[in-house]
């Protein structure tokens, strides 16, 4: 079962090492990490995408909590949330084919952010499964180059 | 018999001294924080990125310094002083190799709870990356066997990083913190202000268990037909022993103490069982196996324990006591969770418990157990069997001393035999099962303790892994009295080899190995030889008697088992006991 929890930590030298060193020695998956800011200055927020069952989840909460950086985990999945991630897709795409593309990229609400001779630059923002559906869609013309930042998340409303 | 080491003056006049903000260099930092932490002894080693802090402790008394011949006996001994005393050991090593040589140490004290601060040297701040000579990255070689671990890479920030590792090691789980200090965090200067603070917000360990689940084990306790507990080295480290006498004596309930857990209740109780697990008695493991409700304070289910999980304790309702919330549910899920630390937990619920009334038949069944199927073994009047040798020192020692062991069948024997009435008595690596610990380690209980009677029990493979602090013993007369069990061959390896790899004995036999009373000798320690049972007495007895530290060698044959033995894979209940 896949979970994503948001993790608030220190922002210190080598914090992500920490976490993802544990993940590692535990034998816990890591599908995705993405790390950045948060709402307060020192601290910044891991989202992680894993993979495992509740007593799994629930090891890796206690074990991320033992890390003295570690201030605070949530499991997001416990409650609605809103969770996206964003890709940037290099397309083959002759002058000819562009039109197609461009609305298979419509019909997503990807934009494009480069054109080049050869190539269309996709930027693509939604859940994974978007993104998924999306890049099957766009695999027939050619895909050069992919990236994907992770997953990102947040419980919806107040809270 | 105590050690001829300086008196250090009492922590209140050296706090007194040391507790005016002064500028001074990152290495005197170190050293006064080190005093206002109650340090009053370190173990190291010198080297090229800790010559700053070494030149600071040129004829600096406040505390003693111990030179170890090896980086990996200064991390041993600091922590055997650390499981002595209860205290955190200190010890000091340079950038690079002398980092990496304390890795082993920082990995068997992570894995038995044990409190250290470990500090090494790094190369300038500025050469950190550029494999820079004697580089190596100690914080991140060590992050999966550290509580915590600091590279410092401002002074100012060196008083607050020792108050907190001090903090963090002793405090919750118990385990060793590192800090790394570049060379020039050393020599740089800075204005001194003491920190008694910590401000950490990721770390609050919880201590103060939910009282429902409390009166959930009250309640269990109560119906419990055929209670047990399992005690572990969560009770010695809390300092929960008089307070699980107090609960043992009113509930009524016999008990087991694994291997870390021997001494935090008294053996010669008739409750005791002995120790549970792959070498525990008859009498525990059956009980285990059979017992309707089984309280865990303080032990983390080790698969030496549990042996084959899915079949342990199958009737038992669970309850397991840890500080550490991440040990439960880890291994064993338990029925009623208690989390907290155990002193506490045991403190809360003396008052709350009862005798476990319905439980006669089942004390009637162990107390029969344990008439019945004793720890044995066939002695001989020709050749001296080491567990009449641990049986000869429990009787002349009167389970008083101190015993710390290294790994395999003499710690196994010694954990049989041994009857410890103490807690902080018994000083062995059971979680890592690090050879080489057994005798450093008792060099740093004896700095603890300068005037209890510390006994030292090795084999002959482990005592030649850190056999070079002979020399520390004889230069500052620290008076351990070290065994050597000399079976000439490395003797649980071997076991196994016997009893499973059908007698292959694959490079177990450690013939060539150096006469150990020469080699006693050699570095200025008395060595004595036994090899029948009136040597030994008379061998003992000079030793015991001897004020300064003794190499005692016994030999023992190479084809003596340790029994009951749980075989990997089988639930604990299947014990070949060595008479079938």
Redesign the interface.
């Known amino acids: 079962m896949k979970h994503t929890i948001a993790v608030l930590v220190n922002d210190q030298p080598g914090v992500l090492q920490r976490v993802s060193g544990l993940f590692g020695r535990r034998g816990f998956n890591i599908e995705s990490i993405t790390v950045g800011q948060s709402e307060e200055v020192g601290l910044s927020r891991m989202v992680i995408v894993t993979l495992g069952d509740q007593s799994t989840l629930e090891q890796i909460e206690k074990q991320l909590y033992k890390l003295i950086d570690v201030i605070k985990v949530v499991d997001l999945g416990s409650r609605p949330m809103v969770a996206r991630e964003l890709a940037l897709i290099k397309v083959k795409s002759e002058p000819a084919e562009r039109p197609e593309i461009m609305g298979v990229i419509e019909t997503f609400r990807a934009s494009v952010v480069d054109i080049g001779s050869t190539s269309l630059l996709v930027q693509a923002v939604g859940d994974t499964q978007k993104i998924d559906a999306m890049i099957e869609l766009l695999k027939p013309y050619g895909i050069k180059e992919l990236s994907r930042t992770g997953v990102t998340a947040m419980i919806r409303g107040n809270g | 018999m105590s050690a001829q080491i300086p008196e250090v003056r009492s922590t209140e006049e050296l706090r007194e001294k040391w507790n005016k903000p002064e500028v001074i260099s990152g290495s005197e930092i170190l050293l006064r924080s080190l005093v206002l932490e109650g340090v009053d002894t370190v173990f190291g080693y010198p080297g090229g990125a800790v010559l700053y802090i070494y030149d600071a402790l040129h004829g600096f008394t406040d505390f003693k310094h111990i030179l170890t011949r090896h980086e990996q006996g200064a991390i041993h001994a600091a922590d055997g002083y650390a499981r002595a005393s209860g205290k955190a050991g200190v010890c000091i090593a340079t950038s690079g190799p002398g980092a990496t040589n304390l890795v082993t140490g920082i990995a068997t004290a992570f894995m038995d709870s044990v409190p250290l601060v470990v500090i090494t040297g790094n190369v300038f701040s500025t050469l950190i990356g550029t494999d820079a000579f004697q580089e190596a990255d100690i914080?991140?070689i060590t992050?999966?066997i550290t509580?915590?671990s600091y590279?410092v890479r401002d002074v100012e920030d060196l008083p607050r990083v020792i108050h907190e590792a001090f903090h963090?090691a002793n405090t919750g789980r118990k385990g060793p913190v590192l800090v790394d200090i570049p060379k020039d965090v050393s020599a740089a200067k800075t204005l001194f202000t003491p920190v008694t603070t910590v401000n950490?917000?990721?770390?609050n360990p919880r201590t103060v268990p939910n009282k429902l689940q409390l009166d959930k084990l009250v309640r269990a306790i109560a119906v419990a037909e055929r209670p047990i507990i399992i005690a572990g080295g969560g009770v010695i480290y809390s300092g929960a022993h008089e307070a699980m006498f107090e609960f043992v004596k009113k509930t009524d309930i016999p008990i087991t103490t694994t291997l870390l857990g021997l001494g935090c209740f008294p053996s010669a109780e008739d409750l005791w069982m002995g120790m549970p697990g792959m070498h525990g008695t008859y009498t525990a493991n059956n009980a285990i196996q059979q017992c309707d409700l089984l309280i865990n304070i303080g032990a983390r289910f080790d698969d030496r324990v549990t042996g084959k999980l899915d079949g342990f304790a199958p009737k038992a309702k669970i309850v397991h006591i840890d500080i550490?919330?991440?040990e439960?549910?880890?291994n064993v899920?338990p029925d009623i969770p208690i989390v907290g630390d155990v002193k506490t937990v045991l403190e809360m619920l003396i008052p709350e418990v009862g005798r476990a009334t319905k439980a006669d038949a089942w004390r009637t069944t162990i107390a029969q157990w344990k008439q019945d199927q004793p720890l044995r073994y066939k002695d001989s009047e020709t050749e001296l069997k080491p567990q009449w040798v641990i049986e000869m020192i429990n009787e002349t020692t009167k389970g008083e001393a101190i015993v710390t062991t290294d790994v395999g069948q003499h710690q196994m024997w010694a954990a049989q035999y041994y009857k410890f009435n103490k807690p902080r008595s018994w000083i062995t690596s059971g979680g890592l099962g690090t050879m080489g610990f057994g005798f450093p380690s008792a060099i740093g209980a004896q700095m603890a303790f300068p005037e209890r009677l510390v006994v030292s029990i090795n084999g002959d493979g482990g005592m030649q892994m850190c056999s070079q602090e002979l020399a520390i013993c004889a230069i500052n007369n620290i008076p351990v009295k070290i065994v050597v069990i000399n079976n000439q061959v490395l003797g649980m390896v071997r076991q196994w080899q016997n009893l499973i790899y059908e007698k292959r004995y694959s490079y177990t036999d450690l013939g060539g190995s150096p006469d150990f009373v020469k080699l006693a000798e050699a570095y200025g320690v008395k060595g004595l030889r036994a090899t029948n049972k009136a040597e030994a007495n008379a061998a003992w007895q000079e030793a015991l008697e001897t004020p300064g530290p003794v190499l005692v060698e016994f030999v023992v044959p190479k084809d003596e088992n340790v029994y009951p033995m749980v075989t990997q894979g089988s639930t604990i209940d299947n014990m070949l006991m060595g008479d079938e």
């Open positions: 914080t991140g992050m999966p509580k915590h590279l963090i950490l917000r990721g770390y550490d919330p991440a439960i549910g880890k899920s």
